[in-house]
């Protein structure tokens, strides 16, 4: 499977700080890719990397092949909706599309009017008049207009009411199902995203902590609990993500590729949210010691 | 037609929710031969979800035998589930009913009888791979 973006030993430096150190991902096509990560992991770094906005300080990047934004014919092959969706306050949303046609040689003028038609938006408002939703919704119908293939989106529905943000969610994978698009979109709204991508990169401190395909990362963990045990004693390919004790109780988040039959623990699912919350933590400072009779989840480095 | 949902919260993958529902219709006879499943692109806009989740399902429902995808047009259910409907399980219903009144008078809870079903399922699957 070829990569829509590909990064080797990639950072970016301002003065001093790293905003991206050391930073090493293929990210496959024919996907929605979810990047997830806590604020600072580098994510709009890197997405500015992505888009040629940026210039790396160290390391490379490729996008679709090539050099990010290194010419116009690459510049038409990726689509960017940046953080909060920005517009042109005083333009009319019929501008936009005036200028979309403009700026995009493979802009496809049918598909934004029948777009904005079915947003219900009119074509004589002002930007700056419109909803949030209807903002969002209206920047990436430029940015899907512009037929690329690859779609890159920053913490799109982040500042949306969860009303919009479903709307802007159902919104997009229609446009993928349309078009098969490859769509990359950051956010730290873990929930949102595993119905909607169906591949996840969690990026802590610029490296990457997890990534694969969502199903099977549900399909592989499980959360154990039963009676207090060493985790020593597992049985192999049972790989401990987070374990708690208390002094009665072990509670574990393991991943694995074959059934957990120990009648001993009671295996339960683990949904999206808590799996990369497990990750994420990994490499934070060590957690507080756990209250007495609190559960709680301590990370195994 | 039937519609689809998801509980985001239950840690089981979307695409095996959206198969679960369709066996489950099969069972209760919501579902008969013939019948078309819900287009991709409306499962899609109605739920948010990513366009390869429901090709997935659907794709694993085809090889099971259950449905099949006529291009251009939709995809039909061709298939019934071992068993039929949940009606031809009326004996086993009346046993397990005697078996409840029994748990009761045993002075089991509720809590009580769903874990000794759960933990005997376990273990008489576990001896069934062993």
Redesign the interface.
């Known amino acids: 499977m070829s990569a829509v973006i590909e990064t080797e030993g990639l950072g970016k430096r301002y003065r001093t700080r790293w905003a991206l150190a050391g930073c090493t991902l293929s990210i496959p096509a ?3 890719v979810g990047l997830v990560g806590p604020n600072g992991a580098g994510k709009t770094t890197l997405i500015d990397l992505a888009t040629g906005m940026l210039k790396p300080s160290a390391g490379t990047i490729e996008v679709l092949g090539g050099r990010p934004a290194v010419g116009p014919a690459q510049l038409a092959r990726v689509g960017y909706l940046a953080q909060d969706a920005p517009v042109y306050a005083g333009l009319p949303v019929a501008d936009h599309l005036r200028l979309g046609a403009h700026l995009n040689p493979g802009w496809d003028a049918d598909l934004a009017r029948r777009r904005v038609a079915r947003l219900g938006l009119d074509p004589k408002q002002k930007a700056g008049t419109l909803s949030g939703g209807q903002r969002a919704q209206l920047a990436l119908s430029l940015a899907v207009a512009k037929r690329p293939e690859l779609l890159i989106l920053d913490e799109p529905v982040a500042s949306l009411d969860p009303l919009a943000r ?1 709307e802007f ?2 919104d997009l ?2 446009s ?3 078009q098969q698009v490859s769509v990359v979109l950051s956010s730290h709204l873990i ?1 949102d995203l ?5 591949y996840v990169i969690v990026l802590v401190d610029s490296r990457v902590r997890l990534a694969g395909p ?2 099977e990362l ?2 592989t963990h499980h959360l154990l609990s039963g009676p207090r045990r060493d985790p020593a004693s597992l049985p192999d390919g049972l790989q401990v993500i987070a374990a708690s004790h208390t002094d009665v109780q072990t509670t574990l988040l393991v991943r694995t590729s074959r059934p957990v ?1 120990d ?1 001993a623990w009671t295996v ?5 949210e ?1 799996l990369v919350l497990a990750y994420m933590r990994q490499a934070g400072p060590a957690p507080a010691a756990p209250r007495d009779g609190h559960r709680h989840l301590e990370v195994r480095k | 037609m039937i519609e689809f949902h998801l509980d985001g919260r239950s840690g089981v993958a979307p695409y095996l929710q959206l198969i679960h529902q369709v066996r489950h219709a099969l069972r209760l006879g919501l579902l008969h031969q013939g019948d078309q499943l819900p287009k991709v692109k409306d499962v899609v806009a109605a739920l948010a979800i990513n366009p390869n989740t429901v090709l997935k399902a659907y794709r694993e429902l085809e090889y099971a035998g259950l449905v099949a995808a006529r291009p251009g047009v939709g995809t039909f259910v061709t298939g019934t589930l071992d068993g039929g409907s949940l009606a031809a399980h009326g004996p086993l219903r009346r046993e397990l009913q005697r078996w409840l009144a029994k748990a009761r008078r045993a002075g089991l809870d509720d809590e009580s009888i769903e874990a000794l079903f759960a933990s005997t399922f376990r273990s008489a699957s576990e001896e069934d791979i062993a």
């Open positions: 024919g996907h929605v479903r969610l159902q994978m229609e993928v199902a349309e929930s595993e119905r909607a991508c169906d969502t199903d549900l399909a039959l009648p339960s699912a683990v949904g999206l808590d």
